[in-house]
């Protein structure tokens, strides 16, 4: 990855003499951004492009050039990745789009590209993409066609798409957004997230990771990473796509409540990497880890010149987690020697319009001084009496430990001013919204890594206990049958209740009272929908009757049961659910939440991946309602939530060692006297 971004030399394929045409504007963007190393442009039909010697053939190029731009027409790549290689050219930016994204023939053309360009131990970003920029004053790279100046900072800046990558770039001088490495990958065919991630981690000049992604190329690797330590640096992820209209049918209510956003989201907060919902707070978030203090607790204290605001804010702070501190009755003595009379100590702290650059600033530094206060939020709006560009300044002159957010409502003139006169150009804000945002997912981030040392005995794979079914095992339908699942319910600890299998034919043998009566058929998923289900059976007669009338209601829809499930009755408190899935890209996943039959209308689920700790299940199942109510709410007694923790932990374990594909347990029931049972299973083998 390094010759990407810290090229000593770079082939251009396809430079043009052509005005506004990509090869002419990008080979003009490296030229004015001045580019530190030597530039081999190529074009067979140009004597010279923008004052460089042009090449009429790879072939005339030099040997072991650092990087090639491809951007020929479509028709052309192919052959000409082949001659860079041939002249061991192996690190390759394809410009040109007209492949996957354009249906199974575009697919075929970027797979042999691909293989070919692994075969020479290259590697290849794109096709269908918009380049890179290293902005590091050593190198001056700008491989892109746009034409903006990026100003320098410590941002790395991933972008799956270029369209949205061109449009950061074009904000820049409105935004402020300043980056060492920009990357917009396309098509992702051969470098995805995960080797910037690997590549970013290890580069000094990169401080924070930023990626905008539409899907995640492997998200096994990536997961891999997290869990083994690797990507030590912050991460902040802009993730598209997050509706489930492309949810597949499902067998399970796991799966059907499991969208691909969801198992994102879960992975991302299960290892503290930063998620945001916008462009916008994505670089927000960026500029405060990089120019402020880390914050390291939730308590706020707001300091004001404009009421309205102050309360706007706190009522976000509130929203997103935040509290405002409580100040010190020294600290508060201290404010009342400097503030307004007829403005506020209290916090929020308010100065009223007439709040001037010495007061701010002595106010914030013994607002920072409080043990009560974490961070601080300033808001500064205009005044006609006070320009704001001393009263920031002087915010800003403040050293303490701890962030300082500033949102500032000056008239139009003063970011331009701003920018080109503050000594030390920290962020300004523009919308109060946008602090207890930025905040909130920072801290969090940072808590959840600091609570990961702590964790210990993970889930892993093991070979040695890795269990497999047979086609024996299941039906058609890949359902496992009761009798392997209820040896499986056993080898993994699980309790469940006294149980028989009978025929039809010998249900008066019954001797399990009171007692439940389920139908078995491999059509049978859902069996409640089809009423295949009969509770509180109490006697031989009882038994007997629900048994023909279970069996009738089925004909009717084709089903003719065989066989029962007898089971004793429970006594129960609570319905949970625990379920399983394999996603397609991120692997095993376990969900926890609120069981029985109305569980999809319910909603109330957490999930984490089945590589957990016991740290990690506890928080699952403290997410949802139904877990704090197994833990028990006035006065009620708590469930043994360690046994359930352990329950848990071990269906996680047998599931991540076997063939399993996807699991519900529902209900895992709370009985009365606060026991655990898994009343009702339901495996898929894959």
Known sequence: MEKFFYPKSVCIVGASSKEKSIGYELL??????????????????????????????????????DLAIVMAPKKFVKESIEKLLKKNINDIVVITAGFKETGPEGEKLEKEIVEMIKRANGRMIGPNCMGLINAMPEVSLNATFVAEKPALGKIGFFSQSGALGAAV???????????????????????????LMEFWNRDDNIKILTFYLESFSDGKKFLSNLIENKLTKPIIILKGGRTASGQKAAVSHTGALASQDRVVDAILKQFGVMRVDTVKDMFN???????????????????TNSGGPAILLADECEKRGLELSQLSENTKSKLKEIVNPEGSVNNPVDLLPMGDAETFKKCAEILLDDNNVDGLFVIFTEPAMLKPFPIIEAINSVEKDKPIYSVVFPLPEFWQYYKENSKTNKPLFKNVEDLPVIYSVYLKSINKKEELKKYSNRVKENEAVYVKFDESDFNEAKILSVKKTFEFALLSKLPIPEYKILKIENIDKNNIYPCAIKALHQKLIHKSDLKAVALNINSKEDALFAVEKMKLNLNKHGIDPKEFLIQKMESIKFETLLGGFRDPNFGPMLMFGS?????EVLDDTAIRSAYLTKEDIFEMISETKIGKLIQGVREEESVNIKNLIDVIYQIAFRFVNSNIMEFDINPLAIT???????VDIRIKIM
């Open 285 to 303: 978030l960026s500029k405060a880890i990089e120019n402020f203090p880390a914050p390291k607790g939730n308590k706020i204290a707001i300091l």
């Open 672 to 678: 009365f006297d606060n026991q655990i049972s898994a």
């Open 169 to 195: 770039l074009n904000s820049l001088r409105e935004t402020d957004i300043r980056f060492s490495h920009f990357i917009s990958a396309g098509n992702k065919a051969d470098v995805n997230e995960n080797d």
């Open 28 to 65: 003009r963007c490296v030229k004015s951004y001045g580019f530190k190393g030597n530039i081999y442009p190529v074009n067979p039909n140009a004597d010279e492009v923008l004052g460089f010697k042009c090449y009429k053939d790879i072939d005339e190029c030099p040997s072991d050039l």
């Open 595 to 599: 069981g029985g039959k109305y569980v």
